[in-house]
């Protein structure tokens, strides 16, 4: 798959930064064995602290568990984006990215989307628990996800 060893030299080589990337890949081609070779080739080529395919890479942070930072092939002398990782829940030594994959369309619909009719809802509710969690407000937050 030439398109895609061009385009992530093109990523490692003239983009600036190394925090996040993303790749939209349609799910039929995903499944083609050369182009699932190709990007898995990629993910270990690409220099970014998070590779996302059909997912916002900022997921990666929200997740709360995920290493998160720019790529460890950082230095003082060419910092881009970083030195270290924030979060690491699981305290993993010797992290190189972090990787979230996951379908081109998503359900429930994320109340990040700008579009989301929920998100009025929902936000508030999901703030309100991050001030004081308990898992008593678990039930209301989730239907006001689901319904």
Not at 10 to 27: E, K
Not at 72 to 90: C, D, E, F, M
Not at 113 to 128: G, I, L, S
């Amino acid at each position: 798959m030439d398109f895609v060893r061009t385009a992530t030299a093109f990523m490692n080589d003239r983009m600036w930064g190394t925090l996040n990337t993303t790749l939209v890949v349609h799910p039929k081609l995903e499944k083609e064995p050369s182009v699932a070779r190709a990007l898995d080739q990629a993910v270990v080529e690409l220099r970014y602290g998070t590779v996302s395919f059909n997912h916002w890479p900022a997921l990666c942070y929200a997740f709360g568990t995920m290493p998160w930072g720019g790529h460890p092939s950082a230095t003082l002398k060419n910092i881009q984006s970083g030195l270290g990782w924030v979060h690491n829940t699981y305290m993993l030594g010797g992290v190189d990215k972090s990787v979230v994959r996951g379908p081109l369309t998503v359900s429930p619909y994320p109340i990040w989307f700008f579009d989301n009719p929920k998100t009025a809802k929902v936000a508030p509710a999901a703030a309100n628990m991050e001030a004081a969690p308990s898992w008593l407000k678990l039930p209301g937050l989730l239907a006001k996800v689901l319904f």
